[in-house]
């Protein structure tokens, strides 16, 4: 029977490539592989048949590169559809899959976002950035503030959207009451089209049908390696006590949904505090936690004007 969603897959790939972006595997080492679109101009030579993307093949971007790190219900493009297109004419637009995601795979046991963090800025390396800005999404956004952490000098600002610094334990016991869920598992990794429904629901402002059909196949196209992610979600908790601010020297700008129902608006108001004086914080009405989804124009124009003037004052220093 055909899939709904694979068969959409194509299209979406063909629009990302008349957006100027080309997907390649490129391999961070033996047994860790990770896929990206990346911007078309750079590819200089095109691998050969099962070559991995490598430095031989790519130049340095010309433009400011920007990062779009995905969250943990879809891969890469899928999230980020709407913003590539609307990026790209004065940005080098980087997607990864991150680590059990899309054509993303690793014999590694590690499992935190620290490792995605370190296999995302080896393969951008690999690829000639060497300098970027960072968007993350949920999941991706703990993997950007990883990222920000630790490479301080690759990464020259942040724009998260849902997402928080860590996630405490119990941070991650209130808000799955507050959801009426019992698991991360249970929210994140749904098995059937009820609890895809119930994550759909939960995730956004506007209530949007879907037949069961469609739920069932975006299950089977979209959740895959459900054991790694389930570790992946394990290795996302750490203790109350072990939890840390790190003394970001990045500009962090907050792009939220204001009815976010998972992490809520609140949330990012006492993230900016904690964060200090380099963090902004901007709302958007009638946007859930897939505010970069459901309201994309507003979120591109406030995504766009955050990286001008973060360039802006990059080339006046």
């Not at 999230?79 to 004065?90: D, H, N, R």
């Not at 980087?94 to 995605?116: H, K, N, W």
């Not at 996302?236 to 006590?241: A, D, E, R």
Request: hydrophobic share 40%; with cysteine; aromatic share 10%.
């Amino acid at each position: 029977m055909v899939n709904f969603v694979a068969i959409q897959k194509p299209l979406l790939h063909g629009l990302m490539k008349m957006a100027g972006v080309r997907q390649y595997t490129v391999e961070i080492e033996p047994g860790t592989i990770m896929s990206f679109w990346v911007p078309s101009e750079i590819v200089k030579r095109k691998p050969k048949k099962g070559e991995y993307l490598c430095p031989p093949h790519v130049e340095k971007p010309s433009k400011p590169a920007v990062v779009l790190v995905h969250g943990f219900a879809a891969e890469g493009v899928v999230t980020w559809q709407f913003q590539v297109g609307a990026l790209t004419k004065k940005y080098a637009v980087y997607v990864p899959d991150l680590i059990f995601f899309g054509g993303s795979m690793s014999t590694r046991d590690e499992r935190s976002p620290a490792f995605q963090a370190e296999c995302l800025v080896m393969g951008l390396r690999k690829l000639g950035v060497e300098k970027c800005t960072v968007v993350g999404f949920s999941y991706g956004g703990m993997v950007a503030f990883k990222m920000s952490e630790l490479y301080p000098d690759f990464v020259q600002g942040m724009v998260i959207s849902g997402s928080i610094l860590a996630m405490t334990d119990s941070l991650s016991q209130d808000t799955l009451h507050d959801l009426g869920f019992s698991s991360s598992s249970e929210l994140l990794l749904p098995t059937n089209p009820k609890g895809l429904k119930a994550l759909q629901s939960v995730a956004m402002y506007r209530k949007f049908w879907f037949p069961d059909r469609f739920h069932k196949d975006f299950l089977e196209v979209m959740f895959t390696n459900r054991k790694e992610r389930a570790e992946l979600l394990e290795g996302l908790i750490v203790s109350n006590k072990d939890a840390t601010i790190p003394c970001f020297s990045q500009r962090i700008h907050l792009l939220w949904g204001e009815k976010d129902q998972i992490f809520k608006v609140e949330l990012a108001q006492e993230m900016k505090e904690q964060l200090g004086e380099n963090a902004t914080v901007e709302g958007i009405r009638k946007a859930g936690h897939l505010a970069h989804l459901e309201r994309p124009c507003i979120y591109n124009r406030r995504l766009k004007r955050f990286l001008a003037s973060l360039h802006e004052k990059g080339a006046k220093n």
